[in-house]
């Protein structure tokens, strides 16, 4: 990946990237939960276990949380940033503690905006996965990506 | 609302839920960056503006786990609690300081499962507004929502 920042014209579909590696802690899933989802499931490990998942888990805006960081330090150095717009997300596996988590990019495709002569559209699919190699959540994401400035042509 | 819980059967396309308001303050647009998202623009006011944001804006991830906790804490009380399998997510404007916000939800679908009796997938459309009544988020999610048990009916 190297630390040239990525342009428009840098991106093609099929390109891949990978991120580095995070391993969540239990007390990391409490804090999250009691400020943002706070449910039995990501709060209390025995009562999560009358739930379906068993035992404790993660949020799965949790998930997408850590696998932004993820994407922010360690995944595709887009210039600008990594501008979301928006995008589908899948949670197929739940995120417990302890796992270690990192994400798999790959360039779908891209759109040139027509309004905006400077910008463009990516779609990007980013799996983000456990040290199993389990898929804990598909993240198709559509980010706003800056053309070349013409100076540095 | 109420505080009825509601099982699968209660839901049908069309139903709203409104839940109660949050604001969201300065403070705690830095504290989500810094933890998950540390990009300039949700960080640091004056890098801000020199972004296409033109000022501090909150992560659009943050504007998520906000969504989820009021949908937790004052949306529709559906029995087991609010299990998202995934969805649709998008950010149509920036979320700022101060911004007060609420979600308004709507059921789109009811799908009863065929292979698990006991359970189906409802699809909600939520939409996080505003003070002004302008949508910064909207989450097209689809939930598990458990059958009514035989016992109860």
Known sequence: MGDTLLYLEDLQ???????????????????FAREFDPQPFHLDDAAARHT????LVGSGWHTAALTMRLLVQSGPPVA????GVGGEITWSAPMRPGDTLHVESEVIE????RSRPERGIARLRNDTRNQRGETVQTFVARIIVLRRPASRA
Chains 1, 2 share one sequence.
Do not use: C, D, K, R
């Open 13 to 31: 579909p099929g390109q891949h990237f990978v991120t580095a590696t995070y391993t969540v802690t239990e007390a990391e899933i409490f804090s």
């Open 52 to 55: 379906i998942f068993g035992g």
């Open 80 to 83: 600008g940033g990594i501008l």
């Open 110 to 113: 891209i759109t040139p905006s």
